[in-house]
């Protein structure tokens, strides 16, 4: 399984395959002819409270494993089951981009989603 995270404000590339928006809102400035996103299940993003929470703090990268257990939490909740099942299913077809307009995907929602749907494990 191959599953990428990419900024959606990169150009999309041949080995993208499927492209995953995995934030709440559309990113700013970037149509939708640019982003050739694919899906966007917006029930697999972080709460509003947990964005903010994140964000609030003065250096995000020292609350990083805090935020990955808050969002693999709100990833265990019933709501979020069917669509990360889903998102499991189409990442085993075939190659994955998951894009995000974080300022710094690797300490992002989009790495903590990348590592489980790689893994295997459950949140």
Do not use: C, I, N
């Not at 928006?21 to 509003?48: C, F, I, N």
Request: hydrophobic share 35%; glycine share 4%; proline share 10%.
């Amino acid at each position: 399984m191959t599953v990428r995270v990419r900024r959606v404000y990169e150009p999309p590339e041949p080995d993208d395959g499927v492209r995953v928006l995995v934030d709440r809102l559309w990113p700013r400035g970037l149509s939708k002819d640019a982003a050739q996103v694919h899906e966007w299940p917006k029930a697999l993003t972080p709460s509003t409270e947990l964005r903010r929470w994140y964000h609030s703090q003065e250096d995000p990268a020292d609350t990083y494993e805090e935020f990955r257990r808050r969002y693999e939490a709100e990833l265990a909740a019933p709501e979020a089951a069917e669509p990360l099942h889903a998102l499991r299913e189409l990442a085993a077809k075939g190659p994955t981009t998951l894009v995000t307009a974080a300022r710094a995907p690797e300490q992002s929602h989009a790495s903590v989603l990348a590592g489980l749907l790689t893994s295997g494990r459950e949140p």
